[in-house]
């Protein structure tokens, strides 16, 4: 076949070069696949020009497991730095020899008699199969309110935050109270900026358990192993946020009790901007009762399994947590023009960015239609998105499964694809 100018051809095509990506080209590797990622900034990218300063994974260190590579140094249970993360993922792109084009931006992906087109802006591929792995995190999701915001208020999301001294003097309203919104509104606070969090639906749970980190009791129970056909209600588990942690020297708790210890002021979920006002739901308490349950169903399944497991003699005992405090009356409305609030930020979630499909498979919110990151179009394959195949597909920790698993089906399609070809 003549392939049109500056068309080049492999088998597989890997979009992103972050861990999923890689983990993915490891297990196509492995299966001589021949196959390129295709990046379009370095390895590591997100974690290069997206994440705040001070941010740590929430994860433990021996909690980064890839295919072929795990962690090697002498702290197992500390919490990596944002330049400690990025070394990882580049080394282990050495280590597994991927084949990463950088530089290169992927700008269509289109069907084609053989396979698929990827156009890029520094040429084209042609393959019989793509393994999208850009990640789920692109676009941080800002509500369309956030129009109302005098023009004064600067609006920032946790893409663009880097450190509190970027910010002005003053107070700022953080809306969302998830990972990134706690871990936010806790380091302005300290800096000395007033914050106020705006709270909706969140997840609290202790960093440390029975003596042992949440994380180490949630992989051994079995919680982040928790698969997708087994699980009621999937719509619903691929958007709950993000657990209320923090990485930390001192293994400290990060929870809304603790942001009120230092004098972070609760209000309910954010829901409208009228006249200047910021007006908030009265449904404060009930969140935060309801994020204590869910902590309480949690433990009982660890302690449950502890005991299964014949840990009780070894581990603490089981214990609860007092409950979260919030104020009798919380305001349900603050002035955005009184000059208290400088800024607004934005740590209401992220969405992924598909906008370069050109393959039907895109649904109405722009998400990829898919069983278990087998997306609806034969040869064409998904990676990285909240419990993809299991609550920890989203999760450095996650993919490898995940790509052992998509890469057995990819390399079977092939096989179909090659034994039709023959016939
Ligand atoms: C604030 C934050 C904290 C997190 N903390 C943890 C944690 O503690 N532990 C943990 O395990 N996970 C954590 N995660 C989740 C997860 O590990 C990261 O989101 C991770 O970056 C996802 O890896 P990925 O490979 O799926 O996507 P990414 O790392 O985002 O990689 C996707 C790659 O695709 C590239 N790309 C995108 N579009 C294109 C295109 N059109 N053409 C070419 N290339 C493209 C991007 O440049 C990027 O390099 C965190 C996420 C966030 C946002």
Excluded at 282 to 303: C, P
Aim: a neutral charge; one cysteine or more.
């Amino acid at each position: 076949m003549i392939l049109p100018m500056g068309s080049r051809r492999t088998t597989a095509v890997v979009l992103g070069a972050g861990h999923a990506g890689l983990a993915m080209s490891r297990c196509l590797a492995e299966r001589s696949i021949d196959h390129v990622v295709l990046e379009r900034g370095e390895v590591a990218n997100s974690w290069k020009t997206e994440r705040w300063d001070s941010l740590r994974l929430l994860t433990p260190n021996w909690q980064s497991r890839l295919p072929g590579y795990g962690y090697e140094g002498d702290d197992p249970d500390g919490y990596r730095t944002m330049p400690e993360t990025i070394r990882f993922i580049e080394r282990y792109a050495e280590v597994i020899d991927a084949p990463v084009r950088t530089h290169t931006t992927v700008t269509s992906v289109r069907a084609i008699e053989e396979g698929y087109e990827v156009v890029t802006d520094r040429g084209t591929w042609r393959c019989q199969a793509v393994v999208i792995a850009t990640g789920a995190c692109n676009i941080p999701n800002v509500p369309a309110i956030a129009e109302a915001i005098p023009g004064h208020i600067r609006q920032v999301t946790p893409k663009e935050y880097r450190n509190p001294e970027q910010l002005a003097e003053g107070g700022v309203l953080v809306v969302g109270a998830s990972a990134s919104g706690a871990q936010i509104a806790d380091e302005i606070h300290r800096s000395g900026r007033p914050v106020t969090l705006s709270v909706g639906e969140h997840i609290r749970v202790p960093r440390v358990y029975r003596g042992r980190d949440i994380e180490w009791w949630m992989d051994a129970a079995g919680v982040m192993d928790d698969f997708y056909r087994k699980t009621d209600n999937l719509d619903r588990v691929r958007t709950v946020p993000s657990l209320q942690l923090v990485g930390s020297d001192d293994r400290r708790d990060l929870d809304l009790n603790s942001l009120t210890e230092i004098g972070v002021r609760l209000v309910g979920r954010l829901a409208g901007i009228a006249g200047g006002k910021a007006q908030f739901s009265g449904s404060l308490a009930n969140q935060a009762a309801l994020s204590d349950l869910k902590m309480g169903r949690l433990l009982d399944r660890i302690d449950e399994w502890a005991t299964g497991a014949g840990l009780d003699g070894e581990a603490d005992p089981p214990h609860r947590f007092g409950p979260t405090r919030i104020e009798a009356s919380p305001p349900l409305g603050m002035s955005l023009r009184d000059g208290a609030i400088r800024t607004v930020l934005w740590a209401t979630g992220y969405r992924p960015d598909h906008s370069w499909m050109d393959v039907p498979v895109v649904d109405r919110k722009g998400r990829i239609r898919h069983d278990g990151g087998v997306v609806e179009a034969p040869g064409l394959y998904l990676m990285g998105m909240p419990f993809l195949r299991r609550r920890k597909s989203s999760l450095i920790d996650g993919a490898g499964d995940d790509a052992r698993e998509l890469s057995a089906h990819l390399c079977a399609y092939l096989a179909r694809a090659a034994t039709r070809r023959s016939a």
